[in-house]
């Protein structure tokens, strides 16, 4: 099972909690994947980047980074994970 660190920036959270944690991912786990299990582990914490908890679908001003790269310049929710990724869960400033 590989091992990725997760990272929940979000405006709700306190700065101190937006270090990242490791989190083992399953076997060939997706972004998909990942969104189901932090779901299941940290619920409240995490359910601020969904916009549908049942179907774990994310709202639309959520941002899903791999690696430095936005999730949808590859293959969205489909994005594989690799041991030692850097996932990061923000939610986009917006106002003005």
Do not use: C, W
């Not at 959520?62 to 690799?82: E, P």
Request: aromatic residues 8%; glycine residues 8%; without cysteine.
């Amino acid at each position: 099972m590989p091992e990725v660190f997760v990272k929940l920036m979000n405006k709700g959270i306190k700065y101190k909690n937006h270090d990242r944690f490791p989190f083992r991912a399953r076997e060939g786990a997706t972004i998909e994947d990942l969104i189901d299990d932090l779901h299941d582990e940290y619920r409240e914490r995490f359910d601020v980047y969904l916009e549908d908890k049942q179907s774990r679908a994310l709202k639309r001003d959520a941002i899903v980074i791999v690696n430095g790269m936005n999730m949808v310049a590859r293959d969205g929710v489909k994005t594989r994970l690799s041991d030692g990724d850097l996932v990061v869960f923000m939610t986009a400033a917006v106002g003005g």
